[in-house]
């Protein structure tokens, strides 16, 4: 239900939505933080923000990495 939330009130559910400094996709990540932390931690091969299951996983990965810290 957390990650959901996070959908609605960032993209409205929409997986195409581009965030006014570039962020893209259901979790608005941008670009820089999805390739640094594929980079760091191979979460997925190709990088397409726009796809939803890639964007949720890195999205995820992101919020884990950030209630570890």
Excluded: C, Y
């Amino acid at each position: 239900l957390f990650v959901l939330s996070i959908i609605r009130q960032e993209s409205r559910m929409n997986p195409v939505a581009i965030g006014s400094v570039g962020e893209i996709g259901l979790m608005q990540i941008r670009p820089s933080t999805a390739k640094w932390l594929n980079e760091k931690h191979q979460i997925v091969g190709k990088i397409d923000l726009r796809n939803p299951i890639i964007n949720i996983k890195i999205g995820t990965f992101f919020l884990s990495t950030l209630r570890k810290s």
